[in-house]
């Protein structure tokens, strides 16, 4: 079973670690791509950052600094303060020695000419990470944070050193415009049994990828069924600010509302079924009249069991919705 993850981040890596445990344990013969959000990057002391990508590579190579979310496990920042004193990075942006090894060997490999899918797949290949991860584009598009009363900002700026506080009025990835998918992300849906949107950031992670010229269309034409999974449980954010992000787009914090944003195939949406917490179940009916087939299962990923058993009920559903359109 050949299955394509959208999204990028912490709780995309959680999800995926899943999907992985999960397929390894079916023993069933499958393939696992994910399609990642390449907007949260930016330049750092001439080094290039990937933090939704770099989120991914240190979770499923299993050496990731597990309580911060990003970042080397085993970490020391000594370079980080020789780049303090000669002030080429933000003190409010650390930059590990470990972790500035991958954001050295990336720029290397930039300069060289390699395409930021070859980056990926250089970077990838010195774990085995049982899973294959294309960025969404090879282009720059960066989000900036328009701000009510001031000049745009770098989504980081306004992430990490402004915790979101600046009141946002939108999000633009720059040129977007003028980016294609990258090939490999193409492939990956294409050949896609299943699609699944993982919970990630709807606005600023999940988004910017559907929002590459041609990836939605891809998505749309693709004969997959798309499932999602709400990273909303509550009402609220399990980890991160997609509550902040969601306001600014004028959305309310929902698991009802983000399955409304991505809306359902039936209607010109991108979903054919959506996943929401057991404690959202009211959200099932509530999105039955939209054309979206909701489903309500336990979201919270705690421990390997329980992420495996979250690609499980995604995979049923996919399962299910795609059941139910082959009826018709
Ligand atoms: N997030 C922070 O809150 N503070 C930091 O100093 C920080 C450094 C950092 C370095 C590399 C990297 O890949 C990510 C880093 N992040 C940091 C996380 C990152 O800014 C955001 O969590 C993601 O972009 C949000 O998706």
Redesign the pocket.
Known sequence: MNITVIG??VGCARFVKGVREHAQRSGRDHRIDVVVNTA?DWWVSGLR????H??LLYALAGVNDTVR???RDDESERVAAELQVWGTAPE????GDL?LGTHIARTAWLREGLSVSEVYRRLGARWDLGVTLHPATDAEIDTHVLIEGAEPIHF?EW??RHRAHLPATGFAQRDIADAAPAPGALEAIARADVVLIAPS?PVV?VGPVLAVPGMRDALLAASAPVVGVSGIISGAVVR?MADVCLAAIGLETSAEAVGRHYGARATGGLLDGWLVDTSDAHAVDALAPAGLTARAVPLWMRDADSSARLAADALALAADVALAADAH
């Open positions: 990028g981040g949260d950052i990937a933090p939704d770099d989120s979310g990003w970042g409010w942006f650390t930059l972790d980081q992430w990490v950031n992670s991160g």
